[in-house]
């Protein structure tokens, strides 16, 4: 992709009146020498996987291979249902497909790395709940997955999206923000909105580490997607208000990258620090691996 900043999209998008989508497309198919309705499709086909690893999750209940997890996304189906969600439907249905699509990756099913596996509930989590709750056609949704694209893509280049890399502020933190900016689009917001969505939902969880226990994509990554999506909605509900960032998104994705070189290696996916460390995670390691 030619873009090297979000400031960048914003002010082509905002050149051309167009949606961030919108110039995405056009630049993807420009530079894969594809044309925008086979990229469009290709994107159309990961929403399919998007909402068959949510029916998965829910239906399956069953235990991840570690036996460590599994059944929380059909509890919170059910309590959903009965209708006692504090928060509603929209927010109680995000939260519902964040951990099946997780349950789904900790018992090796097919999801899309949105865009890790280990942050895979956050995005389509809140895209399909938004697209169910509020009757948004298709076609807006897979529009808005370049959006999260192209945001996803600047972080990776400028910072990491890898835990072992950059933490776990770098797997769910970019996931929540490029869902954040893609919620943004899809309910009506400007380019600009979108960044400052992206740079509040990023924001918000800067400094995350990444401590699974075992080394397992399960504890504490299944919940994390379960608050990725939450705070994705957060960043979204605040810039539609109208409520800004006052640090520039690409500032608070070089300040992401400068926390996560600052992190010890034993808060990087190693498994040697922070929850991993302590005396539970050892017994639960213990049992997993004998
Ligand atoms: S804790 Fe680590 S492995 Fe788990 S989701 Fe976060 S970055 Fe990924």
Redesign the pocket.
């Known amino acids: 992709m030619k873009y090297n900043s979000i400031a960048e999209i914003v002010e082509e998008a905002e050149n051309c009146g167009k949606k961030i989508s919108e110039i995405v497309l056009e630049e993807q198919s420009k530079a894969l020498e594809v044309s925008e309705n086979e990229i469009f499709e290709r994107m159309k086909n990961s929403l399919e996987v998007m909402k068959a690893s949510v029916e998965e999750g829910i239906k399956s209940n069953k235990r991840s291979i570690s036996g460590l997890t599994g059944g929380s996304a059909a509890k919170m189906k059910n309590y959903v249902d009965s209708g006692l969600s504090i928060c509603g439907n929209v927010f109680g249905e995000a939260l519902v497909k964040a951990l099946a699509i997780s349950e789904t990756n900790a018992c090796m099913g097919k999801i899309v790395a949105a865009p890790?596996a280990?942050?895979c509930g956050i995005l389509p989590a809140a895209v399909l709940t938004v697209m169910e709750e509020k009757n948004i056609d298709t076609d807006t949704i897979v529009k808005s997955l370049f959006t999260a694209s192209a945001f996803g893509i600047v972080i990776a280049k400028n910072a990491s999206i890898s835990?072992a890399e950059g933490?776990?502020q770098?797997?769910?933190g970019s996931a929540s923000a490029m869902a954040a900016a893609a919620l943004t689009e899809i309910c009506g917001g400007s380019a600009k909105m979108c960044a400052h969505a992206c740079a509040i939902s990023l924001k918000n969880i800067l400094g995350l580490v990444?401590?699974?226990v075992a080394g397992l994509?399960e504890i504490?990554?299944i919940k994390?997607n379960a608050m990725g999506v939450s705070n994705a909605f957060v960043g979204a509900e605040l810039a539609l208000a109208g409520i800004e960032s006052a640090i520039p998104v690409d500032e608070v994705i070089m300040a992401m990258k400068k926390i996560g070189n600052s992190m010890p290696s034993s808060l990087k996916?190693t498994a040697e620090g922070g929850l991993a460390a302590t005396p539970t995670a050892k017994e639960l390691t213990k049992k997993v691996f004998g």
Request: aromatic share 0%.
């Open positions: 890790t280990g942050s835990g933490g776990c770098a797997e769910c990444c401590d699974p994509v504490p990554c994390r996916e």
